[in-house]
Structures are given as structure tokens and as C-alpha cells.
């Protein structure tokens, strides 16, 4: 069964350092989003993504925060200066439309010192 | 803005025993799906139901059923047999599609 898949599982970094987090999509989904889960909180919306362009964005996804799709096929979550509050589990998610089923990923633990 | 509320942190039951989330929400669209999704100690999101608000039959999945209340907008997942697999947080996400509940933590004792 087709899965979407997350790199890495785990990153550890350095307050003020940049990172990118990597979502390989089911390859027939044109819909991407990007969800985050502070330990024992809610999962917040971060962005949604489709024919190369954001289309939603929450208050949260700030200028610190970038996507793209560079190569048809991973979408990137780029954090440019993390802060201590970015420490989370980021999740990506696709779907085959825009109010379809979004499939999560295993996510990405971030941890920022 | 839109709203998807879970009302119970926590529940525990009894392996074996049948439960029932609880998910209401606020939407001004009419047509809409909603979705159940289970996160076990993993935190994986694994999708476990959805219900299309355009079908009035309740959706079923094996053990797991919703009891969908369009008018009340209410979408409750019913988990029968409970087995201790199931323990793990439940999230309901709502009409308003990237919005998520804040969780029920569900526990099944042997």
C-alpha cells in the first residue's frame, strides 16, 4: 500500500540553525500539508501546498518558515533560524484532493537546543 | 473561525467493552468529509474513519462506526470490542479540513 514517507525521523539542532524537513508524497497526490505536534498538544495546521504554490497558511507559518517542492517529488519544510519553540513533531500530509483523505506520514521529532 | 471539540481528555475502559468518542463541530459548508484518527504511543496519525456529510448511513469500519448528527453536527466514533491495540489518542478532524480536535486519550485495561 502506497505511504507517504518522512526523512529524518529524528533532528537534533542548535537554536538559530536551519533545517529541512523532507516528505516524499503517494504519487498521485497533488495536495501537501504540513501539520506540527507539540508534545501532548493539539495538532496544528501549518501550511498546505498545491500546483507549486501555498494556498493556505496558518498564523504560525511565519517568514522562519519555506516550502517547496523542488523536484517533483519531495516536499521540503525549511525553518531558516529555529527557535526553542519549534521543538515538535512536524507531520506531512497528502491527498488525492482538496477535501479528501489526508495521509499522515511518521512524522519528523525536531528537537531544538 | 472554525471549531472541531473534543469534550473528553481521557477515557478507560475494559478490554472487550464497547466506547464512544465524543467530536462536535462548526462548519458553514454543506458538503464536507470528517475523519477519525488514531495516534498510538508511536505518534504515527493513522486514519481509522471518514464520513461523508453528504451520506446519510453512518460509516463503518470493522469494530469502529460513527454516529453522524449533521443537524447537530455532531460525529461520534463508536468503538466496539475494545482491544488493547486500541489504546492510543483518538483526534477528530473536522469539516474545516485542517483543522484537528484537541484529542481523546482512550486506554483499554486488560
Known amino acids: 500500500e502506497p505511504e507517504v514517507t518522512q526523512t529524518p525521523s529524528h533532528q537534533v539542532t542548535q537554536m538559530g540553525q536551519e533545517v529541512i524537513l523532507r516528505c516524499v508524497p503517494i504519487?498521485?497526490?497533488?495536495?501537501f500539508y504540513w501539520y506540527r505536534q507539540i508534545l501532548g498538544q493539539k495538532v496544528e495546521f501549518l501550511v498546505s501546498f498545491y500546483n507549486n504554490e501555498i494556498s493556505e497558511k496558518s498564523e504560525i507559518f511565519d517568514d522562519q518558515f519555506s516550502v517547496e517542492r523542488p523536484d517533483g517529488s519531495n516536499f521540503t519544510l525549511k525553518i531558516r533560524s529555529t527557535k526553542l519553540e519549534d521543538s515538535a513533531m512536524y507531520f506531512c500530509?497528502?491527498?488525492?484532493?482538496?477535501?479528501?483523505?489526508?495521509?499522515f506520514g511518521p512524522g519528523t521529532r525536531l528537537l531544538v537546543l | 473561525a472554525q471549531t472541531v471539540t473534543q469534550s473528553q481528555p481521557e477515557m478507560s475502559v475494559q478490554e472487550a467493552e464497547t466506547v464512544t468518542l465524543s467530536c462536535t463541530y462548526d462548519?458553514?459548508?454543506?458538503?464536507?468529509?470528517l475523519f477519525w484518527y488514531k495516534q498510538p504511543p508511536s505518534r504515527q496519525m493513522i486514519l481509522v474513519i471518514r464520513?461523508?456529510?453528504?451520506?446519510?448511513q453512518n460509516a463503518t469500519e470493522n469494530r469502529f462506526s460513527v454516529n453522524f448528527q449533521k443537524a447537530a453536527k455532531s460525529f461520534s466514533l463508536k468503538i466496539s470490542d475494545s482491544q488493547l491495540g486500541d489504546t492510543a489518542m483518538y483526534f477528530c478532524k473536522g469539516a474545516q479540513k485542517l483543522v484537528f480536535g484537541q484529542g481523546t486519550r482512550l486506554t483499554i485495561n486488560p
Open positions: 464520513q461523508e456529510a453528504y451520506k446519510q
Open positions: 462548519t458553514s459548508e454543506n458538503n464536507y468529509y
Open positions: 500530509a497528502t491527498s488525492g484532493t482538496s477535501s479528501g483523505t489526508q495521509y
Open positions: 504519487s498521485n497526490h497533488l495536495y
